[in-house]
Every structure is written in C-alpha cells, then in structure tokens.
C-alpha cells in the first residue's frame, strides 16, 4: 500500500482531526457513483469496521475500506486552494479515465 500526500493536504486533514480528537482517523476511499464509475471519499472515520484498514501517511491516520485497497494504491493526495475554492486532488495512476467535471473516474 502506497498512498502519498503533500504538505497541504496533511496539514488540512490534521486540522479535521485537532476539531475532532475522538475520530480515529479520515476515510479516504471511492464510491461507485457519477459518471465515470467512481468518486473519491474524504470524510472523519467516526469509527474502525472490521472491514477497514488503517494506515499512516505524513502523520495522519488514514482509514480505508479494504475494497477501495486496490483502488487507490499509490494515489498522491493534494490540497489546492484556486481563489474562492478549496479541494483535496487526486493523482491516481490507476485512473484510466475522468468525467468532464472531473468528479469521479474510471479504472481499466
């Protein structure tokens, strides 16, 4: 498993978890949804299923469901604010193809 994540995008997941102590890390996964076939997921884990697996990338404990592994093995994780806006980014090498609005993705 190899999940990378720049400076900003850590610091950004730390200050979820300073707001929130009893969290035991964020999800990062996919869900089937969109146009393309999957979508991205960042959100606070609010607990470890047994079905999860938990990792640690530049100090923060990331939860992910053991059928999103594969998935997002080797994804750098980005944080970038473009005036207003504010997002994680995702560069995933397993990604084949993206939807016009760039919301989800496809594998091949």
């Known amino acids: 498993m190899s999940i990378t994540m720049t400076p900003a995008a850590s610091a950004r997941m730390r200050a979820f978890l300073d707001k929130s102590p009893a969290a035991p890390g964020?999800?990062?996964?996919?869900?089937?949804?969109?146009?393309?076939?999957?979508?991205?997921?960042?959100?606070?884990?609010?607990?470890?299923?047994?079905?999860?697996?938990l990792v640690e990338v530049e100090g923060v404990p990331l939860v992910i469901r053991?059928?999103?592994?594969?998935?997002?093995?080797?994804?750098?994780?980005?944080?970038?604010?473009?005036?207003?806006?504010a997002s994680f980014v995702f560069n995933n090498p397993n990604a084949t193809g993206?939807?016009?609005?760039?919301?989800?993705?496809?594998?091949?």
């Open 26 to 53: 964020i999800r990062f996964g996919v869900k089937r949804t969109g146009c393309s076939g999957y979508a991205y997921v960042v959100d606070l884990a609010p607990e470890l299923a047994q079905d999860d697996t």
């Open 66 to 85: 053991n059928d999103s592994l594969a998935l997002v093995d080797g994804t750098c994780i980005d944080f970038q604010r473009q005036g207003l806006n």
């Open 98 to 108: 993206e939807c016009g609005c760039g919301e989800s993705f496809t594998v091949g």
